[in-house]
């Protein structure tokens, strides 16, 4: 399984980017798929995910702003993110887990990763 996501790119604060991510390869819509971020410094964190049924989990910085979904005939998951904040400036990347149902937030449960995306926020 091919991971690849959209450029990225650089926005003012309060302003909106939707980042796209395609799969290829064996890709199956069995599976959770999630955004995480990381910014220079940081760890990589969880950022939303959604499982096989639609069901979405965000982490609470991205609660209210960014919403997450799938399109599983495209193969392809999407993050919108509206009223960005520079603290949001990381690189994100688009990831498939082992798992159906549940939708981890830990980096060591995703078997997949795409090339990750640079997202700018100026203030």
């Known amino acids: 399984v091919q991971l690849q996501a959209s450029e990225g790119g650089l926005v003012q604060a309060g302003g909106s980017l939707r980042l796209s991510c395609a799969a290829s390869?064996?890709?199956?819509?069995?599976?959770?798929v999630a955004w995480f971020r990381q910014a220079p410094g940081k760890e990589r964190e969880f950022v939303a995910g959604?499982?096989?049924?639609?069901?979405?989990y965000y982490a609470g910085s991205a609660k209210g702003r960014f919403t997450i979904s799938r399109d599983n005939a495209k193969s392809a998951i999407y993050l919108q993110m509206n009223g960005l904040k520079p603290e949001d400036t990381a690189i994100y990347y688009c990831?498939?887990?082992?798992?159906?149902?549940?939708?981890?937030?830990?980096?060591?449960?995703?078997?997949?990763w795409g090339q990750g995306t640079q997202v700018t926020v100026s203030s």
């Open positions: 959604i499982n096989s049924n639609g069901a979405n």
């Open positions: 990831a498939r887990s082992y798992s159906g149902a549940i939708i981890p937030d830990s980096p060591a449960r995703y078997r997949f």
């Open positions: 390869g064996r890709a199956d819509s069995s599976y959770s």
